[in-house]
């Protein structure tokens, strides 16, 4: 089955080592994932370290020969995409139109047909200052899903809010805002047939096949996170999806 491509922007910040982690856990689960760093994100995170990750180059120049239109192939390529962590600077950019680099100029060329998330990580004085706030606020209105941050012991020693949300809630939360984003999409409903078939030649003989039913199964499942409506017929098989086994099979 097709991949589903989250494209992950970094911007800069002290937090910007933890995304490591989310997108190392997101690409062991299988999604295809590309990174677009900030020139200032590299302050506290090497490329080398997010490419060995994902396999691809991160991208980061919108200047770059040969990648002048990134900043629209990217957005129309994404299923998703993420911003983490949000930077104070990059959020009030983005509220106020400024497309000063890739990140930011992607931003601008978001069609707002695919969620965009952003989980800011700042200083508690920066997190609280009106004029984060209002931005904040404005991405919101314009459809902008903002996670909530963490409140405890920061970088620079203060205590209070503005910590990067602990990266096991940003994957539970983007996994979610996936599952809703596909059920959006996918109408109506789903025959899958699944297992090995019997052509009778008579009352005795039959020709057959060594299906197991495993491929359906899994794509039966895959389904079953999106769609209610799922029809599976089973003969003769050997795996069975498990999620939805205890809902009727014919």
Known sequence: MLKSKILFNISGSVAAYKSAYLVSKLVQNDYDVQV???????KFIGKAT???LTGKPVLIDHFEDGKMMNHINLMKWAD?????????????????G?????????????TWDKPYLI????????FNHPSTQESL????????????TDEGYLACGDTGKGKLLDPEKIYDLLINYFQVNNKKKVKGNILI???ATREYLDGVRFISNMST?????TIASSFWIVIIMLLMCMVLIQYYPMDILKYSIL
């Open 213 to 217: 039913g495993k491929t359906a199964s």
């Open 193 to 195: 047939t699944s297992g």
């Open 36 to 42: 677009v760093m900030t020139e200032a994100s590299q």
């Open 137 to 148: 606020t404005k991405l919101k209105n314009w459809g902008v899903e903002i996670l909530p």
């Open 98 to 110: 400024i497309a000063d680099n890739l990140v930011t100029s992607l931003f601008l060329a978001h």
């Open 119 to 126: 989980v800011p990580a700042m200083n508690t004085a920066m």
């Open 50 to 52: 997010l490419e060995g």
């Open 80 to 96: 998703i995409i993420i911003l983490c962590p949000a930077s104070a600077n990059t959020i009030s950019k983005m509220a106020n």
